[in-house]
């Protein structure tokens, strides 16, 4: 008899709500907090940014779950459900007893999971009138899902890409440009968030933090223009539980509960959206799954970053968030996996975190690759180089499985493919990558000003 590989919803059975871990949390989340003030910032403040209904979904903790627009479903159901797949080749590469399953969100057009939030975020913006949509790239998943959501929904699309993931991707500025979007290398000389931190840094090959103060920039000096964003806030995770809600169903199918859960992480989108479904059997219903952040050993706000209150971007502009962070101006390596260049960790995440309800392991560049390898020559899918930490996590579990003789059951989110990441392989198999560290000091240097969360 042939084992079942594959499980997939019908598209008219994938769930209709999302998920709000916020509601369910023993502690919640520390509220964002205007920086001038100092006070909780209200929806109205972060409505001149954020699409409004984003912002009442960002500081909801009290409605669990939230309903899904029917314009959006009808949009998510062009791609979901996605697959949920036992990775029987991989297991048996690695010779372990544990049941390794992927929810593969490579299986959409764009190519990442980031269109579950484009999609309702654009859709957001259309509803309440607005009718251009600015936005910071690394890798350029994020943009180009944006620029996609954005064109469905008759928006104008602007966003500003690292320069050098821009150099290092050059067809995500394609793809973007294909589907319309205006696309400019940060930091520019088109803002003065931009022009600043050029003046002071000429070869700054930009971050996040850099491209995030130019989009912001940008919203708040152009009328009709609201900036979206693609991870770390809690509207983006709140998207993103389609994810888990779907692989829920899905594990039920193929009869198993995982015992780990496991996703990379930029900014906790795509860990939280895997993730979040299931922890919340962890604090209703006793179960005990353990949930396991990969990140870059050379971007360790998890593992090795303060709890504080911190900016959002380089050059200051967003609200202070309670977070996990290396500090908003730690400049991360040049490492391949650009979507997890990031220098703090979401709100939900944080407050996690701390609370010990999941934990991080920080994995190297080589060993995101030797994963990512393994994978491809097993499963048949290139991974995208931030999915490869979840990769290299899901190993280690894998082979710790198999030396201890325990039958674990592991899910694994494949954040995205690596189609367009190809010279990141061709360096990694001419021998041409290396590993990246942080001393200590510098960590204590960057995040010595910050302010102290009680
Ligand atoms: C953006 C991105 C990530 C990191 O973002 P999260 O918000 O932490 O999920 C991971 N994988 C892929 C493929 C991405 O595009």
Redesign the pocket.
Known sequence: MSKQKKFILEENSIPTRWYNIQADMPTKPLPPLNPATKRPMTVEELGRVFALECCKQELDTEHAWIDIPEEVLDKYRYYRSTPLVRAYALEKALGTPAHIYFKN??ANPL????INSAIPQCYYCREEGTTNVTTET??G??GAALAYAAKIYGLEAAVYQVKISMQQKPYRSSIMRTFGATVTGSPSMSTRAGKDIITADPTHPGSLGTAISEAVELATTTPGCKYTL???LSH??LH?TIIGLEAERQMEMADEYPDMVI???????????TAFPFMRHNIKDGKTTEFI?AEPASCPKLTRGVFRYDFGDEAGYTPLLPMFTLGHGFKPANIH????R?HGA?TIVSQLLKDGMMRGVDIPQLESFDAGMLFARTEGIIP????C??IAATVREAVRCREAGEKKTILF?L???GLIDMTSYDRYIDGDLQNYSIADEDIEKNTADLLHVE
Do not use: D, I, M, R
Not at 263 to 273: E, K, R, V, Y
Not at 384 to 387: I, R, V
């Open positions: 969100e490579s190519g990442s999971h980031k690394g890798a998943q994020w693609g991870s770390v983006v995770t993103q996703a990379c992480f930029g900014g906790g989108s795509n860990f939280g959206g952040a996996a650009g979507g997890l990031y979401g995208a180089p931030e999915s930490h979840a989110c954040s995205g493919h």
